[in-house]
Nanobody, 115 residues
Framework: QVQLVESGGGLVQAGGSLRLSCAVSESIFKFNVMGWYRQAPGKQREMVAGITFGGSTNYEDSVKGRFTISRDSAKDTVYLQMNSLKPEDTAVYYC?????????WGQGTQVTVSS
């Protein structure tokens, strides 16, 4: 069973930055896509950023230019650098990896942005 452990969430003022980390228990090159999702209270979970096996990235429109997804294959870790944070970025952030047959989720980490 693949395990994903997120860290780096917390409370930050608007305009601040956080970096989320997702440590994966297996080589990240086993997965086709790795990404970050978020879910705010009363809202559906949405994709924030994704990175493919080949290194292509994509972002949800509201975070383009502010968030950056990256990976470190030596550490089997996926990161989400979040800059210029806004109160509307407040949510639980989840790491996700997708293989050929299965997808796996982390437990989530809370990000709260105060105005």
């Amino acid at each position: 069973q693949v395990q994903l452990v997120e860290s780096g969430g917390g409370l930050v003022q608007a305009g601040g930055s956080l970096r989320l980390s997702c440590a994966v228990s297996e080589s990240i090159f086993k997965f086709n896509v790795m990404g970050w999702y978020r879910q705010a209270p009363g809202k559906q979970r949405e994709m924030v950023a994704g990175i493919t096996f080949g290194g292509s990235t994509n972002y949800e429109d509201s975070v383009k230019g502010r968030f950056t997804i990256s990976r470190d294959s030596a550490k089997d870790t996926v990161y989400l650098q979040m800059n210029s944070l806004k109160p509307e970025d407040t949510a639980v952030y989840y790491c996700n990896v997708q293989g050929f047959q299965h997808a796996y989720w982390g437990q989530g980490t809370q990000v709260t942005v105060s105005s």
